[in-house]
Nanobody
Framework: QVQLVESGGGLVQAGGSLRLSCAASGRTTYAVGWFRQAPGKERDIVAA????????HYTDSVKGRFTISRDSAKTTVYLQMNSLKPEDTAVYYC?????????????????WGQGTQVTVSS
């Protein structure tokens, strides 16, 4: 079992930055993905990282602006979001699965956090 708690969301102006955190308890051998869901839209992958942290994935729209990382204890995963745009507005979820690699679709993750709202004003 893995329990996930997100934090760090909020309201920011376009061009600003936020850092989301995903704190995990329970087993620590898991890959983590960050997803986002805007009203009326599907939950889509934003970024993902392997358990070791050696491989990452970003959706095209955030490449060069967002960075996913995990701490040395492998209990917290971060999503640093820079140069935010209004289209980044969504509820952001972290998800975990007990796998060496990562999935890029929501169905590939068993455990989910409660979500944190990110709102970017123009």
């Amino acid at each position: 079992q893995v329990q996930l708690v997100e934090s760090g969301g909020g309201l920011v102006q376009a061009g600003g930055s936020l850092r989301l955190s995903c704190a995990a308890s329970g087993r620590t051998t898991y890959a983590v993905g960050w997803f986002r869901q805007a009203p009326g839209k599907e939950r889509d992958i934003v970024a993902a990282i392997t358990w070791s942290g050696s491989r990452t994935h970003y959706t095209d729209s955030v490449k060069g602006r967002f960075t996913i990382s995990r701490d040395s204890a492998k209990t917290t995963v971060y999503l640093q979001m820079n140069s935010l745009k209004p289209e980044d507005t969504a509820v952001y979820y972290c998800a975990a699965d007990a796998s060496v690699g990562f999935a890029v679709v929501a169905s590939g993750y068993r455990y989910w956090g409660q979500g944190t709202q990110v709102t970017v004003s123009s």
